[in-house]
């Protein structure tokens, strides 16, 4: 079909696709800030959407497949030549995915906004009950019931679509009363000439179009069993505090000085880099980098060294243990490796088929290790000597026994020095 669009200034392509509930205009601060930085910018009203509504139309005239080609036709039409990125947020990032996916057109880079590749299928969501009824894509398999909840009041569906509910919400309401047609609007994240341009937009149209796309997700999963995944171009995902488009100007600023942070440099040299261009120590750094640029406060690393050679590894820890200190991380850090263990951690906690039985300062557990588990695994180590003859361990439980019988119904027993000992039975494993 025929979209209606814009396209605008001169340069190197971005095509931008917008998600629901918004619609074309939802770019217009940053296609105007992109077309001053040398960009010929191209905004499609998607199928389905009021400048792009399609007559008689079937709930399957929805499907990724129609809305994919819809954008492929576009790109063709307009000779989308120029290197071009496509942008997607929301559902335009599964439509976007599905276009690069599907190979039919040449796109140097992809960029998705708040969104993914495909939604799951229905069966996960019809598991699940809320407050106000059961989640709003399972309200969405039947779109015209849908939209005749929310086309009489648009101006509490936009207000609803657009407030600020980040901030504490543990565990959301995300059934369509709640999020679009009876729940509690407050501030919002878009201002308020923004949602009117919204609601004048769709005034005389219905939502039922935009819904149908919803509706199609089980038949979508089937038409993306052919070309899903099947990407060979670079790929970025942005997440912003609030679920509306991320600015696009100042991010690349953000790539190169977490590229600088982590040792990768210059950045420019490996921002346009595929994965099999970077030895193994580099493609860690960059696991780093994409873990940092979110600014955690704890990370969880497991084994993040141990497919590296042995010349890389002290280097990426010594990295780690650096970025710790000047950027106040605490690390959660799994391993097998007790020297590993040793250089990087303050405390080691020593697992046992499931559960900790020991923790205690570093030195403290290599030097004084009480549980039988952890004697024996400290006597595995093995020693870069030929000559040495390694002493067996036999298991003693005589000193766990004394802990257990004076602590009863304790399940972590402090010997002193904040050095715990789970009481829990391992005899019968253990031997």
Same mark, same amino acid.
């Given at each position: 079909?025929?979209?209606?669009?814009?396209?605008?200034?001169?340069?190197?392509?971005?095509?931008?696709?917008?998600?629901?509930?918004?619609?074309?205009?939802?770019?217009?601060?940053?296609?105007?800030?992109?077309?001053?930085?040398?960009?010929? @910018?191209?905004?499609?009203?998607?199928?389905?959407?009021?400048? &792009?509504?399609?007559?008689?139309?079937?709930?399957?005239?929805?499907?990724?497949?129609?809305?994919?080609? =819809?954008?492929?036709?576009?790109?063709?039409?307009?000779?989308?030549?120029?290197?071009?990125?496509?942008?997607?947020?929301?559902?335009?990032?599964?439509?976007?995915?599905?276009?690069?996916?599907?190979?039919?057109?040449?796109?140097?880079?992809?960029? &998705?906004?708040?969104?993914?590749?495909?939604?799951?299928?229905?069966?996960?969501?019809?598991?699940?009950?809320?407050?106000?009824?059961?989640?709003?894509?399972?309200?969405?398999?039947?779109?015209?019931?849908? &939209? +005749?909840?929310?086309?009489?009041?648009?101006?509490?569906?936009?207000?609803?679509?657009?407030?600020?509910?980040?901030?504490?919400?543990?565990?959301?309401?995300?059934?369509?009363?709640?999020?679009?047609?009876?729940?509690?609007?407050?501030?919002?994240?878009?201002?308020?000439?923004?949602?009117?341009?919204?609601?004048?937009?769709?005034?005389?149209?219905?939502?039922?179009?935009?819904?149908?796309?919803? &509706?199609?997700?089980?038949?979508?999963?089937?038409?993306?069993?052919?070309?899903?995944?099947?990407?060979?171009?670079? @790929?970025?995902?942005?997440?912003?505090?609030?679920?509306?488009? /991320?600015?696009?100007?100042?991010?690349?600023?953000?790539?190169?000085?977490?590229?600088?942070?982590?040792?990768?440099?210059?950045?420019?040299?490996?921002?346009?880099?595929?994965?099999?261009?970077?030895?193994?120590?580099?493609?860690?750094?960059?696991?780093?980098?994409?873990?940092?640029?979110?600014?955690?406060?704890?990370? @969880?690393?497991?084994?993040?060294?141990?497919?590296?050679?042995?010349?890389?590894?002290?280097?990426?820890?010594?990295?780690?243990?650096?970025?710790?200190?000047?950027?106040?991380?605490?690390?959660?850090?799994?391993?097998?490796?007790?020297?590993?263990?040793?250089?990087?951690?303050?405390?080691?906690? /020593?697992?046992?088929?499931?559960?900790? /039985?020991?923790?205690?300062?570093?030195?403290?557990?290599?030097? +004084?290790?009480?549980?039988?588990?952890?004697?024996?695994?400290?006597?595995?180590?093995?020693?870069?000597?030929?000559?040495?003859?390694?002493?067996?361990?036999?298991?003693?439980? =005589?000193?766990?026994?004394?802990?257990?019988?004076?602590?009863?119904?304790?399940?972590?027993? =402090?010997?002193?020095?904040?050095?715990?000992?789970?009481?829990?039975?391992?005899?019968?494993?253990?031997?």
């Amino acid at each position: 079909m025929n979209l209606t669009y814009t396209i605008e200034g001169e340069g190197s392509d971005v095509l931008l696709l917008h998600g629901f509930p918004s619609n074309m205009y939802f770019w217009d601060e940053i296609k105007k800030e992109l077309i001053k930085n040398n960009k010929r @910018v191209t905004v499609p009203e998607q199928r389905g959407y009021p400048l &792009s509504e399609i007559k008689d139309s079937l709930v399957s005239d929805f499907n990724i497949e129609s809305l994919a080609t =819809d954008i492929e036709d576009l790109i063709n039409e307009l000779d989308l030549d120029n290197e071009l990125t496509i942008v997607g947020h929301d559902w335009g990032s599964i439509v976007g995915w599905a276009v690069i996916s599907r190979n039919n057109v040449n796109i140097k880079k992809f960029i &998705s906004v708040c969104g993914g590749d495909e939604f799951p299928s229905t069966h996960i969501y019809n598991k699940l009950r809320f407050n106000l009824g059961e989640h709003y894509i399972t309200s969405f398999q039947d779109p015209e019931k849908s &939209s +005749n909840e929310i086309d009489p009041n648009l101006e509490s569906f936009f207000r609803l679509s657009y407030r600020d509910v980040y901030a504490n919400v543990e565990e959301p309401d995300l059934s369509l009363k709640n999020l679009f047609t009876q729940g509690r609007t407050g501030k919002l994240v878009v201002d308020d000439d923004t949602i009117n341009n919204f609601i004048n937009h769709f005034k005389g149209h219905s939502l039922y179009q935009p819904i149908c796309w919803y &509706s199609n997700i089980d038949l979508n999963i089937e038409l993306s069993n052919e070309w899903r995944n099947k990407v060979k171009i670079p @790929v970025t995902f942005l997440y912003g505090e609030l679920d509306v488009a /991320v600015k696009l100007t100042d991010r690349e600023e953000a790539v190169k000085e977490i590229l600088k942070t982590v040792g990768l440099t210059p950045p420019e040299n490996y921002m346009p880099r595929y994965p099999h261009e970077l030895s193994g120590g580099q493609r860690q750094r960059v696991s780093i980098a994409r873990t940092l640029i979110m600014k955690p406060n704890f990370v @969880v690393c497991d084994e993040p060294t141990s497919m590296l050679d042995v010349s890389i590894r002290i280097s990426i820890m010594d990295l780690m243990l650096n970025l710790a200190k000047d950027l106040g991380i605490s690390y959660l850090y799994i391993t097998h490796d007790l020297a590993v263990a040793r250089y990087m951690c303050n405390r080691i906690a /020593v697992m046992f088929n499931g559960k900790i /039985v020991e923790i205690a300062e570093t030195e403290e557990l290599l030097g +004084n290790p009480v549980h039988p588990y952890t004697k024996r695994l400290i006597s595995s180590i093995p020693v870069p000597d030929p000559k040495y003859k390694r002493i067996e361990y036999d298991l003693n439980f =005589d000193e766990l026994d004394k802990i257990i019988k004076n602590n009863p119904n304790i399940d972590m027993v =402090d010997i002193g020095g904040e050095h715990y000992i789970a009481t829990h039975d391992v005899k019968d494993i253990l031997y």
